[in-house]
């Protein structure tokens, strides 16, 4: 039985910005709410013969996979693919036509041969045919628009993270998937984001679609096979030119190394537009630097606060500097007596956790031009949760978010036009503010804050 289905509808974005959108199709993921998980199967920049992966929704979490083939690109007016699954084909036609400068009108077409479909009973399945349409293009008219502001503090959200159980409910998951929007679609041509921890988890599939989206990217680790395999990920996922793409070998653990490398990046760069301190790690014992530091400490804080400090020079009035947290913040305050845990018997979650929570002050705290924003991922299923957390990871692996989920507010930051200054007090995740403190004994005071900045800023002289 052939069905099909045809709606149109118009954005507020020049022509060129929606076809760069649509031209990768595993987009789709970010705007059809029938799609699951889409991936592109062939390397580097869409074009004719490129081919997809599509899992679609179906009743009962189940899922249905289909295989999408790139037949036409008429740039930036037409898209045209072709897709088979079990028992059924589609033709997907997707017509772009400029109304004026930053006005575009997209028309989709969906030719559908549904083998299991009687045409006896298409008057029952048409009105789900035709709102799964529906809802198709109403998603992509969402993905393709910007709101005026970004959410609010909500007393739901209040409500959740102080009950801490309902909050973590939708950490994994689900509380992505529940979120009305999950598009990445302003681009970043021309923009340089220096990101730490990009060779696998939350930091490689930030930098993907960070590249996909146009932007420059510094990547920085310890490990240069690890970014050399990472820059080539990359360019397969997004189709980037090798010179968008600068490797910059540090291992975060030094202080040393770490200002090594920003000094490195000054010397290459003009200027820089974003940068993520996603770069994070979490030991089972305790370990000194050899410049006397915890280690958790001078990873997680230390580390991300001086990359930040020295890099100011290079920042902008539009700049930003996204921290990576953990939702584990929420369970520690910082010991400003024993910030190194030289008294207290070592718990490598807890020291993490308050790490993390000095980095949140930090950031909130800060001054001069730049924006800094704090989010924290979820639980997401990454390399690092598998080898730091082992049976974390095996008892929620179910439930845990992939990295793409985890990566979303990440990337949503670096890229979204309607943040201001005034949103970068917040602790974001899934791209709404939520609360920094929902235990007792977990929120500094203002007084203990400053010891605090006292205490880095005159740490971290000496590697300036």
Not at 145 to 161: G, H
Request: charge should be neutral.
């Amino acid at each position: 039985m052939k069905y099909t289905l045809n709606e149109a509808i118009v954005v507020d974005r020049p022509i060129e910005d929606c076809f760069a959108y649509l031209k990768d199709f595993s987009t789709i993921e970010q705007w059809d709410p029938g799609v699951y998980r889409s991936r592109k199967l062939t390397p580097g920049s869409p074009k004719v013969g490129t081919e997809y992966e599509i899992l679609l929704k179906l009743p009962a979490n189940k899922q249905a996979a289909m295989h999408y083939r790139q037949i036409a690109i008429e740039q930036p007016r037409q898209l045209i693919l072709e897709g088979v699954g079990d028992n059924f084909s589609a033709l997907d036609t997707i017509t772009l036509t400029a109304l004026n400068k930053n006005r575009t009108s997209i028309d989709y077409r969906a030719e559908l041969d549904l083998a299991w479909l009687q045409p006896s009973t298409l008057w029952i399945f048409k009105p789900l045919l035709k709102r799964i349409g529906t809802k198709a293009v109403n998603g992509l008219q969402v993905a393709l628009s910007n709101p005026d502001a970004p959410a609010s503090r909500r007393l739901k959200n209040d409500i959740c993270d102080k009950l801490v159980v309902p909050a973590a409910l939708g950490f994994g998951k689900r509380g992505y998937l529940s979120q009305p929007r999950k598009s990445h679609s302003n681009r970043m041509d021309g923009k340089v984001v220096a990101i730490t921890g990009p060779t696998a988890g939350l930091g490689l599939d930030a930098a993907c679609e960070l590249s996909r989206l146009g932007a420059t990217l510094i990547l920085i680790g310890r490990d240069g096979e690890k970014l050399q395999q990472a820059a080539t990920d990359i360019q397969n996922f997004s189709g980037c030119e090798t010179n968008s793409l600068h490797i910059v070998e540090a291992d975060l653990s030094s202080l040393h190394a770490t200002s090594a490398a920003a000094k490195a990046i000054l010397q290459t760069q003009p200027r820089i537009d974003v940068l993520i301190n996603n770069a994070g790690a979490l030991f089972a014992t305790r370990e000194e630097t050899a410049e006397g530091f915890e280690q958790a400490l001078a990873v997680n804080f230390l580390a991300p606060v001086l990359l930040s400090k020295l890099l100011d020079g290079h920042f902008t009035d539009a700049s930003r500097v996204i921290n990576v947290v953990s939702g584990g913040l929420y369970f520690q305050g910082v010991n400003l007596d024993d910030l190194q845990f030289r008294n207290e018997a070592y718990d490598g979650s807890k020291a993490y956790a308050r790490a993390k929570r000095a980095l949140l002050y930090m950031s909130q705290e800060s001054t001069g031009k730049t924006s800094y924003y704090t989010m924290h991922p979820g639980w997401a299923a990454t390399p690092g949760v598998a080898k730091s957390l082992p049976a974390f990871n095996k008892k929620l692996k179910h439930f845990m978010r992939d990295g793409r989920m985890g990566a979303d507010t990440m990337i949503w930051l670096a890229t979204a036009p309607e943040l201001s200054r005034s949103d970068q007090a917040e602790l974001w995740f899934d791209r709404q503010p939520h609360t920094c403190d929902v235990l007792p004994g977990t929120k500094s005071s203002a007084a203990e804050i400053q010891q605090l900045r006292n205490w880095t800023f005159a740490t971290l002289s000496r590697f300036e």
